[in-house]
């Protein structure tokens, strides 16, 4: 009797811990904002004007997709027209597939040696997420897309 008393107990204690881990808030800013900016915002970034010698060319984000801002996370579509962000369904969000599609595919990104590959607790922390609805918080916007973006050409562990 005792023992199944303290098993009931333990079970319970094992249940309510791990239901307060999945309610854990997903801070965007800071642990969503920083794998999309050392993965994805050297190609997704706003327009910017680059000088080589005497031209001055203006970089267009790949595929008018911008990566940096609230409002192009939000509104960025992919070729078939839909919306890569769908907040609530990770399964239907197309900014996480992508990461997740075979290396040699030509529509996963990062492309590999372009920029750092997710971790798989890193892409599990993304759909986190969305599950929870994509909540931002007060964040609107990278005030310095261009800067920090170098990388020493190591992947993650
Ligand atoms: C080295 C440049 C580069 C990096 C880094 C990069 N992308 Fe892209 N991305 C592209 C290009 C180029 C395209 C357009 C591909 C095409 O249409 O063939 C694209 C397209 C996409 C699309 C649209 C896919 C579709 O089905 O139309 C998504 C979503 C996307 N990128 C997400 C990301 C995410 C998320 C990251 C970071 C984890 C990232 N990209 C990093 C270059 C990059």
Same mark, same amino acid.
């Given at each position: 009797?005792? $023992? /199944?008393?303290?098993?009931?107990?333990?079970?319970?204690?094992?249940?309510?811990?791990?239901?307060?881990?999945?309610?854990?808030?997903?801070?965007?800013?800071?642990? /969503?904002?920083?794998?999309?900016? +050392?993965?994805?915002?050297?190609?997704?970034?706003?327009?910017?004007?680059?000088?080589?010698?005497?031209?001055?060319?203006? $970089?267009?984000?790949?595929?008018?997709?911008?990566?940096?801002?609230?409002?192009?996370?939000? !509104?960025?579509?992919? +070729?078939?027209? !839909? $919306? /890569?962000?769908?907040?609530?369904?990770?399964?239907?969000?197309?900014?996480? +597939?992508?990461? $997740?599609?075979?290396?040699?595919?030509?529509?996963?990104?990062?492309?590999?040696?372009?920029?750092?590959?997710?971790?798989?607790?890193?892409?599990?922390?993304?759909?986190?997420? /969305?599950?929870?609805?994509?909540?931002?918080?007060?964040?609107?916007?990278?005030?310095?897309?261009?800067?920090?973006?170098?990388?020493?050409?190591?992947?993650?562990?």
């Amino acid at each position: 009797m005792r $023992k /199944i008393f303290f098993y009931t107990l333990l079970s319970g204690f094992l249940l309510s811990s791990a239901a307060v881990q999945a309610e854990d808030k997903v801070d965007f800013e800071k642990q /969503i904002y920083p794998l999309i900016k +050392e993965s994805c915002v050297t190609c997704h970034r706003p327009p910017y004007e680059e000088t080589r010698g005497t031209r001055t060319r203006t $970089k267009k984000p790949k595929a008018g997709i911008i990566l940096a801002t609230k409002e192009g996370i939000l !509104s960025a579509e992919d +070729e078939s027209g !839909s $919306k /890569i962000l769908v907040p609530g369904e990770p399964d239907k969000s197309r900014m996480l +597939e992508v990461t $997740k599609l075979p290396l040699d595919d030509e529509m996963h990104f990062p492309p590999e040696g372009k920029a750092p590959q997710w971790t798989a607790a890193d892409k599990e922390l993304f759909a986190t997420w /969305i599950k929870q609805g994509a909540d931002f918080g007060a964040w609107t916007a990278d005030p310095a897309p261009g800067e920090g973006l170098e990388w020493d050409g190591k992947e993650k562990e």
